[in-house]
């Protein structure tokens, strides 16, 4: 599997995806649960560099070897032990435990179909070490955006960049059988000229899904939020912040 289009740019991953709050939120579970941490499409380290810093031995695996580079390259900078390893998170096998495996930025929408996920959530759970958890984020599907990108030629929006960074022009659809938002984006550089990626596709998690797939993994969630400072989910929520455990829900 090729990992999505904006992966091949780390640079431009890190323009566009800043530090955020769940990086103390991640920090905190760490904390609570103790380390070894998996975590799992790790991109650039924007997690698994801090959670190295504060001193739990961590393994970051992810498709993209681009990212891979990219995280390395910032973890020596910081000089921060990091094992990185380059694999699918649908089908890894580390042959070790965890006290916790992070899934974080909406990186388990990369899985579109129920097999993949449950694949996936299969691996995580033998991963596990007794007592340990797995946290994840993942969007909560905006009806209203998706409703409008639903018919054939999409919605078109534009994203600028910080200066001299190009211009990010997004066409998106959405397909409501497959529960699949795909972007379609263009850099538009200051000198006229446009660089089409390849598409970035995401499978979209309505909430009452989730406990579903976790319980058919041999998983079962014992936390969800709206945010990554603990507030319940609602109506408004833009994310579903997720803590499980193994075992029957
Ligand atoms: C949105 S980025 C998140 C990166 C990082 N977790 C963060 O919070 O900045 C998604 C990452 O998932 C990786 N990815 C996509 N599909 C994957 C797969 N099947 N297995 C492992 N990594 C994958 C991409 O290469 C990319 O680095």
Not at 117 to 126: N, P, Y
Not at 162 to 189: F, I, K
Not at 204 to 222: C, D, M, S, T
Not at 238 to 243: F, G, P, R
């Amino acid at each position: 599997m090729r990992p999505d289009a904006i992966y091949d740019r780390p640079d431009l991953y890190d323009r566009i995806v800043t530090p955020g709050p769940c990086e103390p939120f991640y920090r905190g579970l760490a904390a609570e649960t103790g380390g070894p941490v998996l975590e799992l499409a790790c991109g650039t380290g924007r997690l698994t560099i801090p959670l190295a810093a504060d001193g739990h031995e961590v393994v970051g695996v992810d498709l993209s070897p681009a990212m891979l580079d990219a995280a390395a390259g910032k973890a020596r900078r910081a000089g921060a032990k990091v094992a990185f390893v380059c694999g699918d998170m649908e089908r890894f096998a580390l042959g070790r435990r965890f006290r916790l495996v992070l899934v974080s930025c909406n990186s388990l929408a990369h899985l579109r179909s129920n097999a993949a996920v449950l694949s996936c959530l299969a691996r995580i759970r033998d991963h596990l070490a007794p007592g340990g958890r797995l946290a994840f984020d993942v969007v909560q599907p905006d009806l209203r955006a998706l409703a409008a990108c639903a018919g054939r030629g999409g919605r078109p929006a534009r994203t600028w960049l910080p200066p001299g960074a190009p211009a990010v022009e997004e066409r998106t659809t959405y397909d409501p059988v497959e529960q699949v938002r795909v972007s379609h984006w263009s850099l538009c550089r200051p000198d006229g000229s446009r660089e089409p990626l390849r598409r970035l596709a995401l499978r979209q998690f309505f909430p009452n899904e989730i406990p579903l797939l976790l319980g058919a993994a041999g998983l079962r969630l014992v936390a969800r939020y709206g945010d990554f400072e603990g507030n319940p989910l609602g109506p408004g929520s833009a994310n579903q912040v997720c803590v499980a455990a193994a075992g029957a829900g």
